[in-house]
């Protein structure tokens, strides 16, 4: 059956399918859906930005590129900022307060690919089960990862997910996370600037688990008690 995200398919439907070891796949938005939306858009406004999901990650914005180049020239600007989750939707209410203070569709697109390295995520899984299916680990080793209770901690910057570390139990994957992220912000002279400029803005988010987000919100909360941070 096809499940359409926002229109059949919700969250808490999806981890519900995920808990009861539904085979789930996904696949790109469909071409024809993307173009009436832009048609729709492009009805009231006289040019889009569509920001789609990083391309290291999907091949959903290499199809979205072809297609403004081709049929929209001019009109529909696609910006691979190579973003997802919190950053990609920091990056949408980034391009809005630069159209609100009247820049220009090309202007934004090029502020946008300046500062696509200006983000990173750490991601701490609950299980190797997904990772396993993925093919990012063996079988063997999300066997031996669950008897352990091993949790990986992996980074999101730019097009690559990658490994960052391993740890036993939830609370040391946040305070991995924490750690990994202060380290950062020493390290990264762009992140160390906004901290100083207090610009730096982080973000929390979760996948099925409110209380596990919320776990790691009073971390941060607790750390960095001058910054703003969205859940």
Request: hydrophobic share 45%; with cysteine; glycine share 6%.
């Amino acid at each position: 059956k096809l499940y359409l995200e926002g229109k059949n398919m919700d969250a808490e439907t999806f981890f519900a399918f995920q808990a009861a070891d539904a085979e789930i796949k996904t696949s790109m938005p469909p071409i024809g859906e993307l173009a009436d939306l832009w048609d729709q858009l492009l009805q009231a406004y006289t040019s889009v930005i569509y920001i789609p999901m990083s391309s290291g990650l999907s091949n959903s914005c290499h199809t979205a590129l072809q297609m403004a180049q081709e049929d929209y020239p001019g009109r529909v600007f696609v910006v691979d900022n190579q973003r997802i989750s919190v950053t990609q939707r920091q990056s949408v209410l980034e391009a809005k307060a630069m159209a609100d203070a009247g820049m220009e569709s090309e202007e934004i697109c090029q502020k946008l690919l300046d500062t696509k390295l200006d983000a990173s995520i750490y991601i701490a899984v609950d299980t190797l089960k997904y990772l396993r299916r993925g093919g990012r680990v063996t079988a063997a080793a999300a066997a031996m990862g669950t008897v352990l209770n091993i949790k990986p901690v992996l980074k999101i910057k730019g097009e690559k997910l990658d490994a960052f570390a391993k740890v036993r139990g939830k609370a040391a994957a946040r305070e991995e996370m924490l750690r990994a992220l202060k380290n950062e912000i020493v390290a990264d002279p762009q992140l160390a600037k906004a901290e100083r400029n207090g610009r730096l803005g982080l973000g929390v988010a979760y996948t099925g688990d409110r209380e596990e987000g919320e776990a790691m919100a009073a971390v941060l909360q607790s750390a960095f008690p001058d910054h703003l941070f969205r859940m």
